[in-house]
């Protein structure tokens, strides 16, 4: 099982909004009174108790000064202490009374046109609402702020500012536009001489980069930030950059090298009595210690935190140190004195409101109770752990999605196991179908997806703020240790939870986004065709010290089963690694060895099965690293045959009651038989040109006269649009990018298709008006998805343009020839000609091309994703 390290919730010098208080006093007149005397000693007295951070007294002096400010009608004066009464109460946490004041002085700075000191309480009063997770609001401040600091000149507020509104993107998981306003924050301060500031602004740059998975960028970053702490004398800050670094070796496995940097901060830390910054170190090098197989020199580390988080009342930090006393007393074998350890973190976790670290610590429980035989708590307590993990996932930014699901693998993994050793097979298979989809919605949100329905985006908008808002005040519990806060989320949870209940009621075309709670399994093979035999992998090689297998779950309409097998996953890893290469490879024979073995893992303990169903139709749910996979190209070294001589072969993105309804039921709209919409090579010049493709849309129309082909600058998105509804079939022989870069090769951004006019963004796929299209074909150079084992690979591309009524999707897994490509799509039209399902003309169009002994790179490529009919 993952452990929480500490290091996720502190991470020292950070993208902190920075609220500012005017230190400059008004200008009096020459002829002072005594009152003006008063209030100018009083304002002098505020502002140095301000500074010594004795915030109540601060206070107190303010509101005399406030009561002289007013009695002598002096704007400026009330202006200038009405902002240091808000950054007072700011500073105390209470966030309503400082809006507040903040609200009072601006209109008064305002009427004395003083633009400086309204620039400042603009960007405090956005502060104030970042601190509450009203993101949106922050930046409507902030943004009024910023022009204003330009305006009078002031360079290091303008940076100030910079800062913030970065902050703001970086927490709404705008990463590129957190670096945009970083980057223009980091001149100003190297000119003003701002060194502190430089070397904060460096670290945070490095920050969003770590978080982003560019560790060696963060790396630079952070190696030019720590010189400039040392030459200030920034202890504190040279310590926080220290363990940054030493976090980002960790994560890059380099444990020796994450070590020597912890050991440097340490000293740091306890120099300067950062008490909370050293419980962090500590245990992060327990962490260490404990990767590397020294587990009592980690249980030594972790003893050592554990005082100093109870010292300083963080209660988050001593919880994750519990849970990792206990993930090593599991690792030694001590079950129950893991037990007692989760135990202590588990009640900690619930009251501070860390959801995370609570579902984790369920998880661990239930794998012990899993490991000492306990097969019915072990199922409570990891159900209880991952469906707190789905229902936050939900909401959570992109990174902190791919942190869950490294996180949650083990957990799932444990949970099908036990399941399937119960022989609680439907329940078993309700979790992995609910996981599937679970990832499909991730990819989905991840692009922003559009629905076609007005009403239901808006109220997906709306959800959306609220779950941002939420994940920002889940943030905050990194440093805000007060016990309004936890039951502020908790209020918030429930009502985005509810909110989300209620959407997937209302639209069930939008249900999915949301799902937490597995679907029947009875409903779910309900939709099943006939003929068809649906397969589905699930590798349970994360379970920790639990045998690995692997899963098969079959099943057609009347008919369910499960087999396991173990497998050894280094060498079933590198079989997988070695294959994909090998098929993209035309000079690469050695694909029947390697296929082989694959068939023998994944085909033969299932073959009997399959066979005895007399398949029509065998559809492949392929997830995780089997993702990327052609299964029809595995070799049977006893029948000397591919998978795809034996059945035509379709994948599926996951089961549900809407992927696979009967052809019937669709939009009441007269769509041409046996006609293809076909549009080729919409740009002509280099690096976009693909003259082949002209070929391929022109014998389509050869082949089915009623088709209608649109190439070069016809080949608009305007005239797709205009023209999609009438067809059934959709051939886009052009170039798509479908991964998390863009394309530079082809000049095309990510995610997105080539048109004649402009690009296609696929997150706006439903707005194409697709119901009734039983095939929408992507041929083109790019339209493969990296091979990257965790990506949602093409299968993700397929369920966005299901979701937006495509019944199936043809698309290729890797780039192919144009001359292949336009046999391959020649011989699958003439099929579909002759009255062939989808599934069965691939596999006969594929079977032409093994006849002609052509290696799988020309005719694997191309899979047939959704429904084979």
């Known amino acids: 099982m993952k452990k929480i390290f500490t290091s996720l919730f502190a991470v020292g010098i950070y993208l902190t909004p920075v609220t500012v208080m005017l230190m400059a006093q008004p200008t009096w007149g020459q002829t002072q009174n005594s009152r003006s005397q008063e209030a100018e000693k009083l304002l002098e007295q505020g502002i140095k108790l301000t500074q010594q951070q004795e915030h109540q007294k601060a206070i107190q002096i303010f509101q005399q000064a406030l009561t002289i ?35 009072q002085a601006l209109p008064l700075w305002h009427a004395v046109g003083d633009r400086s000191g309204e620039a400042t309480t603009l960007n405090n009063i956005g502060k104030v609402y970042d601190d509450l997770g009203e993101k949106q609001k922050a930046l409507e401040f902030y943004n009024q702020a910023l022009p204003l600091r330009r305006a009078v000149g002031d360079r290091a507020g303008e940076a100030t500012t910079l800062n913030n509104i970065g902050a703001v993107h970086d927490s709404l998981g705008e990463k590129q536009k957190a670096l945009d306003y970083l980057n223009q924050a980091l001149p100003i301060l190297r000119a003003v001489g701002d060194h502190t500031g430089e070397a904060t602004t460096l670290n945070n740059i490095g920050q969003v980069y770590d978080a982003l998975g560019e560790k060696q960028k963060a790396l630079e970053f952070y190696n030019q930030a720590l010189p400039i702490l040392r030459a200030v004398g920034n202890r504190a800050g040279e310590a926080t950059t220290l363990n940054n670094i030493g976090r980002v070796y960790d994560a890059l496995g380099e444990k020796q090298k994450a070590l020597e940097f912890y050991n440097q901060t340490l000293p740091l830390r306890r120099a300067v009595g950062d008490r909370a910054g050293e419980a962090t170190t500590r245990n992060n090098i327990g962490g260490i210690y404990s990767a590397l197989g020294e587990k009592q020199k980690a249980l030594e ?125 439907a329940q078993a298979f309700e979790w992995v179908n609910l996981f599937t989809t679970a990832e499909l919605a991730d990819y989905t949100r991840l692009i ?57 009621r209302r639209f069930p075309e939008v249900a999915e986004l949301f799902e937490t709670t597995p679907v029947d399994i009875k409903n779910l093979t309900s939709s099943i065709p006939a003929g068809t035999v649906v397969v ?89 690293k089997l993702r990327h996979l052609p299964f029809e190209t595995l070799y049977d070294n006893k029948t000397k045959q591919f998978l795809i001589e034996k059945y035509p072969v379709n994948y599926l993105t996951r089961i549900s009651n809407n992927s696979l309804q009967s052809p019937g039921m669709q939009n009441a709209v007269t769509l041409k038989p046996q006609a293809v919409l076909a549009f080729g090579n919409p740009v002509t010049s280099d690096p976009q040109n693909l003259p082949g493709a002209e070929l391929e849309v022109t014998k389509i129309k050869e082949i089915l006269p009623d088709s209608e082909v649109y190439i070069n600058k016809k080949a608009s998105l305007e005239n797709f649009k205009s023209q999609a509804l009438r067809f059934s079939f959709l051939h886009l022989a052009t170039h798509g990018c479908f991964q998390t870069e863009d394309c530079k090769k082809v000049n095309l951004k990510n995610n997105t298709l080539l048109f004649a006019d402009k690009s296609l963004d696929i997150a706006d796929a439903a707005l194409l008006g697709l119901q009734g299209t039983q095939l929408i074909t992507l041929s083109a150079c790019q339209t493969a998805v990296d091979t990257n084992f965790n990506g949602a690979g093409i299968t993700a591309v397929a369920y966005i343009f299901e979701r937006a009524g495509a019944k199936a999707v043809m698309a290729s897994l890797w780039a192919v020839d144009d001359e292949a490509t336009q046999l391959l799509m020649v011989e699958f039209y003439q099929n579909i000609k002759q009255g062939m399902t989808k599934g069965e003309a691939l596999q006969k169009a594929k079977l032409k091309l093994i006849a002609d002994h052509r290696h799988p790179f020309y005719w694997s490529a191309f899979v047939l994703i959704g429904d084979a009919r």
């Open 448 to 504: 922003n997806a559009k629905v076609a329905n007005p009403e239901a985006q808006q109220s997906l908008d709306n959800w959306s703020k609220k779950n941002q808002q939420l994940e920002a005040l889940r943030q905050q519990l990194q440093s805000d240790r007060s016990e309004s806060l936890p039951q502020q989320i908790r209020q918030l949870e429930a009502q985005v939870y509810s909110e989300a209940e209620k959407i997937s």
């Open 536 to 624: 589905q992998p699930f590798l349970l090689t994360n379970v920790g010290d639990m045998p690995k297998n692997v899963a098969f779950f079959i099943f057609t309409k009347g008919h369910f089963s499960v087999i396991k097998k173990s497998i050894e996953p280094d060498k079933f890893n590198k079989l997988i690694a070695d294959y994909l290469q090998q098929v993209q490879d035309d000079s690469d024979s050695g694909y029947f060895e390697t296929g082989g073995e694959l068939y023998d893992i994944l085909i033969r303990p299932i073959e009997g099965e399959i066979k005895a169903l007399s398949p029509k139709q065998l559809s492949i749910i392929a997830t995780g």
């Open 301 to 425: 580390f972790y003893n050592q935190a554990l005082p100093l988080w109870r010292a300083v009342g963080d209660r988050a930090g001593e919880a994750t140190t519990l849970n990792n006393i206990g993930q090593v007393y599991s690792a030694l074998g001590e079950k129950q004195k893991a037990l007692k350890f989760y135990n202590q973190a588990l009640p900690i976790f619930r009251a501070v409101g860390n959801r995370t670290g609570e579902a984790v610590t369920l998880g661990n429980i239930g794998v012990i109770f899993q490991s000492t035989n306990q097969p019915t708590e072990a199922i409570t307590n990891l159900e209880q752990s991952l469906q707190i993990s789905l229902e936050m996932r939900r909401g959570l930014q992109r990174e902190n999605r791919q942190k869950f699901l490294q996180e949650n693998g083990g957990r799932a993994d444990a949970l099908v196991d036990v399941l399937i050793n119960q022989k609680k097979y």
């Open 69 to 103: 400010a007013r009695e002598l009608k002096n704007q400026k004066l009330e202006g200038t202490v009405l902002l240091g009464l808000g950054f007072n109460y700011d500073a105390l946490g209470e966030k309503q009374k400082a809006l507040s004041f903040y609200n």
